[in-house]
Every structure is written in structure tokens, then in C-alpha cells.
């Protein structure tokens, strides 16, 4: 097979790979189903890089919600989205896959003797005898705050990667979905204070959560309400809240999170080619192929009859999806490589 040059496997850490690529098999979306087709991969034998428009490996929970305890993964009753993916890079990290990090993959040829010559958003190439799509939702964008954008960086955040700025601070999370409940929650024990503001009286979160929040005496609400701006200097010192009713109240804050929700789309993947179902997702069939030979897809970027969009069935997926790569890249491979417990470490 052929070789793989080394880069920083780390959470953090962006890739050192520079130049060209040739391997096995590229990752397109280095998310946990991406991280998880990279061990498989490896454990195959194949040589193995992931692309990733993100500069951190972990796709939407790292960059979302990083301390968000996730309860449906099979084994761990529950784990941090931090904890996971740095399980999942350790997992992938003994075959030592090439992390092409912050570059996205933009352009697509089949060459001559049916390799796939993957164009990037730094100029470079990677040469693949097969690619699997691991996007999750595509490129996503978060719903700007419509007031106290120039604040952004300077106490307005849309996500929380980090919860070290909110430790005794006072903290508006604007918002109705889960990030926006998920983050009250988390930051709740070490803020001064949190005070969830949303715009209509019906929440889109998970009414578990949400009746978690509604009676937990240390957060407050304002329903039917929104952020009409921010004031400060250097950064947010008050948060200007307008209800339905006309009335207005001044909050002092020092940070506020827009969770809003984002926009998502699948770029330049567009342009490929391939088969899509309501202009988001890829359809496969049920060895995870696309219509483009040699192209194969899992996790929340797919779609067929019966999909569930979970971690979980992602992982099945790619699992799917890369032994199907390999018998693509060598017809006499074996589908079924055997199971883990018979393979030497």
C-alpha cells in the first residue's frame, strides 16, 4: 500500500502535512465518524489522510459543544464531546494517519487509471485510490446575532469551545434550541449568573432539558424577548433586552452566547457529481457508495430509506463504507477483515 507522511494528530493541533498527498483512502470531514473511518482504515492497512475546512480535528463538537455530555454512545454512560474525540484521535493516531487540516476539499477528477485527484483550498493535491465523505452537515455558519456583532471576540461568542472566560462571569445565552439549553446547564456552576433570552414562548430543545432549565433557581428566563443590543467598551458590559410587550430591560454582562443555530451547506462538493436528496445529503446505497465510483459516504452527510442521524449509527457507517473502499482498491480483498480481537497489536 502506499505510504502516509505523519502530522500532529492532537485536538488543538493543525496538521504539519504540506504539499501533495498520495494514500489509500482520504477522509473528507474530520469529525467523530471521520476519526473513526481513520483507525478502520488503518487497521485495514491503507494508508489514510483526513481534510478538514476546520482547524482542529472534531468537526461540530469541538467546535459547538465540546462539554456537552453526550449519552448515546455505545459503552460510555456518558462522555464528554472532548473526551470522544480525543479517545477517537488516540484510536486513529497507532496508524498515524495525515491530517490536512484548515484547507478544504474543493475540486474533483478522476484520473485515467480510476485514482480520484482531490483539489484543495491551499493549491495542493491529494491522490486517492478511493474517498470517503465523513461531512457531517457540510460547511456550517452560525445565525449572526442581528444586534452587537462588533462585539464578536470581545464577550459575544457563538459557540463555547472553551469555558475557562465564563468563570465568574455574567453570561446571556440567547436562544431556543439545545446548544442554547445545553449551554445554560454547563455553565451554570461556574458563572456569576446566566440568563437565557429566546424570542418565543415554545422551546425546539429536548423538553427534558428544557424543564431542567424553567425550574432551575439559578437561571433565569425571558421568553417572548430578544437582544436589541450590546453596550460596553472593550467589551460587553450590558446586554439591552426588548420583550413583546414593549417593555425593555437592562442586563449587566460580560459575556453573551448567539446560539441561533447556523446555516449549512455542502460547498464546493456540489460541483462532484453526486446524487443528492433534498439538495443536503448524499445518497448511498447500502455499502455506503455514491454514485461516483470509487466515492463513498457515512455519517450525517448521507441519506437513504431508514437513516438515523446518530454518532452511533455514523460509526457502523464508515466502518461499512471503508471495507467496501478496500475491496474497491483491491477486488481479491476480503470484505470482512476479521474481527479486532484476532488481529495482533
Known amino acids: 500500500m ?15 502535512a504540506t504539499g501533495d ?8 470531514g474530520a469529525g467523530p465518524v471521520g476519526l473513526f473511518g ?27 459543544y465540546p462539554e456537552k455530555e453526550i449519552y448515546d454512545i455505545a459503552g460510555f454512560p456518558a462522555v464528554t464531546g472532548r473526551r470522544l474525540v480525543a479517545d477517537l484521535v488516540e484510536q486513529a493516531g497507532q496508524y498515524h494517519p495525515t491530517y490536512l487540516l ?4 474543493q475540486t474533483h477528477e478522476t484520473s485515467a487509471d480510476g485514482r480520484h485527484l482531490v ?12 474517498v470517503v465523505i465523513t461531512g457531517g452537515i457540510g460547511t456550517f455558519t452560525p445565525r449572526p446575532l442581528p444586534a452587537g456583532e462588533e462585539f464578536l471576540g470581545r464577550g459575544l ?23 442554547a439549553v445545553d449551554w445554560c446547564l454547563m455553565l451554570t456552576p461556574i458563572a456569576r449568573s446566566v440568563t437565557l433570552v429566546h424570542r418565543r414562548d ?3 430543545a429536548h423538553q427534558a432539558s428544557v424543564d431542567k432549565v424553567l425550574t432551575h433557581p439559578e437561571i433565569s428566563v425571558m421568553i417572548n424577548a430578544q437582544v436589541a443590543g450590546l453596550e460596553g467598551g472593550g467589551g460587553i458590559e450590558k446586554a439591552v433586552v426588548e420583550t413583546k410587550g414593549g417593555g425593555t430591560t437592562v442586563l449587566e454582562c ?27 445529503h448524499l445518497v448511498v446505497d447500502s455499502a455506503m457508495r455514491t454514485n461516483v465510483p470509487g466515492v463513498f459516504s457515512a455519517g450525517d452527510i448521507t441519506d437513504y430509506d431508514g437513516k438515523v442521524r446518530l454518532i452511533a449509527v455514523g460509526f457502523g457507517e464508515v466502518a461499512t463504507a471503508v471495507n467496501n473502499a478496500a475491496v474497491h482498491l483491491d477486488p481479491d480483498a476480503m470484505l470482512f477483515p476479521g474481527h479486532s480481537t484476532d488481529n495482533p497489536h
Do not use: C
Not at 483526513?50 to 467546535?63: E, F, R, Y
Open 2 to 16: 502506499t505510504g502516509a507522511s505523519e502530522a500532529t494528530g492532537d485536538v488543538t493541533g493543525a496538521s504539519e
Open 21 to 28: 498527498t498520495t494514500v489509500d483512502i482520504l477522509i473528507i
Open 38 to 64: 481513520a483507525y478502520y482504515a488503518g487497521a485495514r492497512g491503507l494508508s489514510v489522510a483526513v481534510v478538514d475546512s476546520l482547524s482542529q480535528l472534531g468537526g461540530q463538537i469541538t467546535a459547538m
Open 102 to 105: 484548515g484547507r478544504e476539499a
Open 119 to 130: 483539489g484543495l483550498s491551499d493549491g495542493s493535491i491529494v491522490d486517492a485510490g478511493a
Open 157 to 179: 461568542d457563538y459557540f463555547v469551545p472553551d469555558s475557562t472566560p465564563f468563570h465568574d462571569a455574567n453570561v446571556v445565552v440567547v436562544g431556543g434550541g439545545d446548544s
Open 202 to 204: 415554545k422551546f425546539r
Open 254 to 280: 460580560e459575556r453573551v452566547v448567539a446560539a441561533l443555530g447556523f446555516t449549512a451547506n455542502l460547498g464546493p462538493l456540489r460541483d462532484w457529481g453526486l446524487a443528492l436528496h433534498d439538495n443536503r
